[in-house]
């Protein structure tokens, strides 16, 4: 089973930018989903975007839609999330998850409960 591993949150102004990364280690990264969910204190967990296999589909949740990027990088066992023009209400606790990738739904992308595998999260505080 794959060991995840998130660095990058911090404590950031509205409106500036925080790149966060999933450093994947002990299973074949290339074959995995990878995804991002959030979670604020008091609220449950939320997903933000998903990356297949290959990088070939991308998903966004629409509170994210064109502010954060999803990326992965296979030779570096890396998932990348570049967000931009952070707001207040993304403060939260950022996990990445894994999944094995092959013949996914798009449902299958979405749902926490469908990864097998989670880091131990990082902390974004964006303040206003």
């Known amino acids: 089973q794959v060991q995840l591993v998130e660095s990058g949150g911090g404590l950031v102004q509205a409106g500036g930018s925080l790149r966060l990364s999933c450093a994947a280690s002990g299973g074949s990264f290339s074959t995995y989903a990878m995804g991002w969910f959030r979670r604020a204190a008091g609220k449950e967990r939320e997903f933000v975007a998903a990356i297949s296999v290959r990088g070939t589909l991308i998903y966004y949740g629409d509170s994210v839609k064109g502010r954060f990027t999803i990326s992965r990088d296979d030779a570096k066992n890396t998932v990348l999330l570049q967000m931009n023009s952070l707001k207040p209400e993304d403060t939260a606790v950022y996990s990445c998850?894994?999944?094995?990738?092959?013949?996914?739904?798009?449902?299958?992308?979405?749902?926490?409960?469908?990864?097998?595998?989670w880091g131990q999260g990082t902390q974004v505080t964006v303040s206003s």
């Open positions: 998850a894994a999944r094995y990738g092959i013949g996914l739904t798009y449902y299958q992308y979405l749902r926490a409960h469908e990864y097998n595998s």
